[in-house]
């Protein structure tokens, strides 16, 4: 179907409808690219993980400091599965299943920091060390 112009109005509001979609579509593009190259950064610190079990910073200036803040995240994103978990064991008292997995993620989570700690990670105030074996 050929539309045909009728004003010079119309013209003007034709072409600004399409300078609207063209950048809410430039946007959308731009924001695709950016979460590409967020997720190639992610698969190549994962994949330092995976092949050499090292955990390596975000490219960027301050490289000491991106581990560091890489530990943390890695940490506290332990931590938040552990409250997340916790917190449908406390919605739903009662349930066993909830109440294991809750506990699964307090032990994994101060296994995690305990491991980063011996590793020689600075984890702060969240360091743990290895528990003290008992004597008999």
């Not at 993620?105 to 305990?114: I, N, Q």
Request: glycine letters at 4%; hydrophobic letters at 45%.
């Amino acid at each position: 179907m050929v539309t045909r112009v009728s004003s010079w109005d119309e013209t003007i509001a034709r072409e600004e409808i399409d300078r609207y979609f063209e950048d809410r579509c430039a946007e959308a593009e731009a924001a695709v690219e950016a979460a590409q190259a967020e997720l190639n950064k992610r698969h190549a610190l994962r994949a330092a993980w995976v092949d050499r079990s090292e955990i390596v910073a975000p490219p960027g200036p301050n490289p000491a400091l991106a581990l560091k803040m890489e530990i943390s995240l890695i940490t506290s994103h332990a931590g938040s599965r552990y409250l997340h978990a916790a917190n449908k064991a406390i919605a739903n008292r009662g349930d066993a299943d909830l109440l294991a997995a809750a506990e699964d993620a307090s032990v994994r989570e101060k296994a995690l920091r305990r491991w980063l700690t011996k590793q020689g990670y600075d984890l702060g105030a969240l360091a743990l060390p290895e528990p003290k074996t008992k004597r008999r």
